[in-house]
Nanobody, 128 residues
Framework: QVQLVESGGGLVQAGGSLRLSCAASGRTFSSYAMSWFRQAPGKEREFVAAISWSGSSTYHADSVKGRFTISRAISRDNAKNTVYLQMNSLKPEDTAVYYC?????????????????WGQGTQVTVSS
């Protein structure tokens, strides 16, 4: 079982930056691939970025490539595990609820069917 808790969302002006964090608990966290998805009002949830269990492979959606970066940190004793999404050059169209997610695989375009666990989401609002 994996529990995911996101933080770091908020209101920012266009061109600004935010860093989202996802704190994960569960002793098997390090074996899961991790992803970020987002959902804007009236739209379907969409893939943003993913990172393999080892951290050696990362994927970013074309809409955020070059602006967003996913990373992960696992403490030596595996007691603290965190996934980050660094978001730079934010645009109003990035406004959405951002969800942290965990699952067994990583690939260039993730879908909801690839996900086993979801966080509760954190709101990101970019003003123009």
């Amino acid at each position: 079982q994996v529990q995911l808790v996101e933080s770091g969302g908020g209101l920012v002006q266009a061109g600004g930056s935010l860093r989202l964090s996802c704190a994960a608990s569960g002793r098997t966290f390090s074996s899961y691939a991790m992803s970020w998805f987002r959902q804007a009002p009236g739209k379907e949830r969409e893939f943003v970025a993913a990172i393999s269990w080892s951290g050696s492979s990362t994927y970013h959606a074309d809409s955020v490539k070059g602006r967003f970066t996913i990373s992960r940190a696992i403490s030596r004793d595996n007691a603290k595990n965190t996934v980050y999404l660094q978001m730079n050059s934010l645009k109003p169209e990035d406004t959405a609820v951002y969800y942290c997610a965990a699952g067994p695989i990583t690939r260039a375009t993730m879908t909801s069917s690839d996900i086993w666990y979801w966080g509760q989401g954190t709101q990101v609002t970019v003003s123009s």
